[in-house]
Nanobody, 122 residues
Framework: QVQLVESGGGLVQAGGSLRLSCAAS????????WGWFRQAPGKEREFVAS????????KYVDSLKERFTISRDNAKNTVYLQMNSLKPEDTDVYYC???????????????WGQGTQVTVSS
């Protein structure tokens, strides 16, 4: 079973940047596509971005693709989410998850990690 540790969240002013990291255990890391999701209290978890196993293909929710960039380093078993020009509405807990296919946000599997809190002040 893949173990996930998300990190890099914090408190930032509007317009600032953060880079989130998702470190995963297991040699199968590079076999999987990966995705980032976010969730606000009382709301459903929503898709943010995903990336293919090789890192050559990505997908974003339309409203975020100009500001967010997903990447991965298979040598480090880590997926990243670079977030620029942050807005208060980006305040959420951010999670990563392995996907069966990067184009299908519903294809996540395994257990969710603890997530990392991002708070953007106005």
């Amino acid at each position: 079973q893949v173990q996930l540790v998300e990190s890099g969240g914090g408190l930032v002013q509007a317009g600032g940047s953060l880079r989130l990291s998702c470190a995963a255990s297991g040699r199968a890391f590079s076999w999987y596509d990966w995705g980032w999701f976010r969730q606000a209290p009382g709301k459903e978890r929503e898709f943010v971005a995903s990336i293919s196993g090789s890192g050559g293909r990505t997908k974003y929710v339309d409203s975020l693709k100009e500001r967010f960039t997903i990447s991965r380093d298979n040598a480090k078993n880590t997926v990243y989410l670079q977030m620029n020009s942050l807005k208060p509405e980006d305040t959420d807990v951010y999670y990563c998850a392995p996907l069966s296919h990067y184009q299908d946000a519903r294809s996540f599997f395994g257990s969710w990690g603890q997530g990392t809190q991002v708070t953007v002040s106005s």
